[in-house]
């Protein structure tokens, strides 16, 4: 173990030379400066059907496994608006 080059071995296998590479290296599939609205415009463009035909599916899916809930927090959404206008009307007419 003269030679510079070499260290001893770190405590659980990690580097001695200390965390190798950047935090989320290994999730930056794309690059920083990609537009995404492009690129998605331009996938749209190229393959039409395909793109519909996806997004049907993922539609099915959504409705078909979480219906209930997105038709739950709806009604509860409009609910809401209907008895703010019932409450404002009511003060409204005691003014």
């Not at 059907?49 to 219906?67: I, N």
Request: hydrophobic share 45%; charged share 20%.
């Amino acid at each position: 173990m003269d030679d510079a080059a070499v260290h001893p071995p770190a405590p659980h296998g990690a580097s001695p030379d200390g965390p190798v590479g950047r935090p989320g290296e290994p999730f930056d599939l794309f690059p920083k400066n990609i537009d995404w609205k492009r690129a998605a415009l331009d996938t749209v463009q190229r393959h039409p059907l395909s793109c519909l035909v996806g997004a049907v599916a993922v539609g099915f899916l959504v409705g078909r496994y979480r219906g209930r809930v997105i038709v739950g927090a709806l009604a509860g959404v409009a609910t809401n608006m209907v008895l703010r206008q019932l409450g404002e009307s009511f003060t409204a007419s005691d003014a």
